[in-house]
């Protein structure tokens, strides 16, 4: 009698979701799997089903690695939302390598070796991977972190031997670069590049902050920096994720090294975080040039010096005031560091600008602003306003839709403008999440503007602008 209730109710209760995920990779439904889970918050699986579903997804991210590695990578991304296992991370950044996402392999490995210090397969992989990018500091330091007594051990070892060896022959390098400079009369106390990289190793602006890389000791890209004067004479330092170039090769900002090590720190920041936020990050080098706040208003006019913290334009930030690095700058840095990310997507250059609308492209920076500062979006104060002004009949004139081909920042108000920007992206995100906003915006971009941003938010949200619109508007008056 009683095991006939058992199975009665048994039979009454609804598939659970790891019950729905794992039947789904029992059938190989790979399509469907990632359908079921590819949206909405994983918090609202209850705990203990998290495991199996992201068990589940990835199996799925295994099965496609071979021969659809971006697909694999959507699957393994969302296996990790669910439950940052040792074989999620694993695949995930299988597949992020595979599909050319170095940022992203990068930032998982990190990950696997701080979550699961006794595997020696993350560092290993990490470790190869900074050696393909000539960061050879970086990969000892990471290879070091192969337990002495786990299957990668050997491999790690003669890897290891070349990383130093590697590293011996970059000091030696800038060794002899700071013997010439001073021969032709550099001073060897401004740059860090007149100062061998093994004596850089302790120096704390070369160390990457432990949000980024917990537990790690592993310098930043500056390790590989070279330094050179560009074709307009500017002084540069290079690496292979930021160029930072001085508008004025004679400023002085204070100690040069150490400042440049905390810009490098905010990029890198800024480059993570982003990954976190959006899904992806920027792949190519970014320009970084410096002004003081004098320069700035020659070069860009009185204006746009007096509104904005900086500027992103063809491939290359430009900061206002760059002198103080103060949490307003920091979160410039951040948003400018988006546009980058956006332009990189569409295809460079300013080509993001040219297919989506200013709104949008002003929207996804403020929003990933507002997540930096950790703030739900704009002030109270600026809410009322907005509040304000879209229940009156003036409403269309700060509609997202007049921002199409105008920049928030030649509007009336541009702060309430950028604000508004923002709160169109926020209700994006809110919807869908970060992956579909980013298929948003390649299949605008790749399409060269066909589709349509109108079009494809149709498609893709099954909204027209009318509607997007009217929720901002909601959203405004809802707090
Ligand atoms: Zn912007």
């Not at 590293?167 to 021969?183: F, G």
């Not at 905010?266 to 899904?279: N, P, S």
């Not at 950028?418 to 926020?426: A, H, P």
Request: charged share 25%; proline share 4%.
């Amino acid at each position: 009698m009683r095991s006939l209730l058992v199975a009665l109710l048994v039979a009454a209760t609804p598939q659970t979701p790891a019950q729905k995920a794992k039947e789904l990779s029992g059938q190989k439904a790979w399509e469907e799997l990632y359908l079921a889970f590819s949206s909405g918050d994983a918090t609202a699986v209850p705990p203990e089903q998290r495991a199996g579903v992201s068990g589940a997804l990835v199996k799925g991210c295994q099965a496609l690695l071979k021969d659809d590695a971006v697909m694999a990578y959507s699957l393994g991304e969302r296996a990790v939302v669910f439950q940052e296992s040792a074989p999620a991370l694993r695949c995930l950044a299988s597949a992020a390598r595979k599909t050319e996402q170095r940022a992203a392999a990068e930032a998982t490995l990190v990950k696997g070796v701080t979550l699961f210090p006794k595997d020696g397969a993350f560092p290993l992989e990490l470790g190869k991977l900074l050696l393909e990018e000539q960061d050879s500091a970086g990969a000892q330091a990471a290879l070091e972190k192969v337990p002495p007594r786990s299957r990668e051990a050997a491999e790690a070892k003669k890897l290891l031997q070349q990383a130093r060896q590697q590293t011996l022959q970059e000091d030696s390098a800038r060794a002899e670069a700071s013997r010439i400079e001073k021969k032709l009369g550099g001073s060897p106390s401004r740059g860090a590049e007149t100062r061998p990289a093994s004596a850089q190793a302790g120096d704390d602006s070369t160390v990457v902050a432990l949000e980024t890389r917990p537990g790690m000791s592993v310098r930043t890209p500056r390790v590989g920096f070279e330094s050179g004067v560009n074709s307009l004479g500017m002084r540069v330092r290079a690496n292979s994720r930021y160029v930072i170039t001085y508008f004025n090769n004679d400023r002085d900002f204070a100690q040069r090294a150490e400042y440049e090590g905390r810009i490098v720190e905010i990029l890198d920041t800024a480059h993570h975080f982003v990954q976190k936020v959006l899904g992806e990050t920027r792949e190519q080098p970014v320009t970084v040039v410096l002004y003081t706040s004098a320069e700035f208003r020659v070069v860009f006019g009185d204006r746009v010096a007096n509104s904005v913290a900086g500027i992103y334009k063809t491939n290359a930030i430009h900061i206002n005031n760059a002198a103080e690095l103060n949490s307003q700058n920091k979160a410039t840095i951040v948003h400018e560091y988006v546009h980058a990310v956006m332009a990189e997507i569409c295809g460079s250059g300013d080509l993001d600008t040219a297919f989506l609308p200013m709104w949008f492209s002003e929207g996804v920076a403020m929003f990933v602003e507002w997540k930096y500062l950790d703030i739900p979006g704009p002030t109270p104060d600026m809410m009322e306003q907005i509040h304000a002004l879209l229940s009156t009949s003036d409403a269309r004139v700060m509609s997202l839709r007049s921002m199409t081909k105008i920049p928030p920042i030649r509007m009336g108000n541009a702060g309430m403008a950028y604000d508004i920007s923002g709160l169109g992206v926020k209700e994006l995100m809110r919807r869908e999440g970060a992956y579909r906003l980013m298929t948003l915006t390649r299949a605008v971009c790749r399409g060269r503007g066909q589709p349509s941003f109108e079009k494809a938010l149709l498609t893709h949200y099954g909204m027209t602008m009318d509607d997007l619109e009217k929720e901002v508007e909601e959203s405004v008056q809802k707090r």
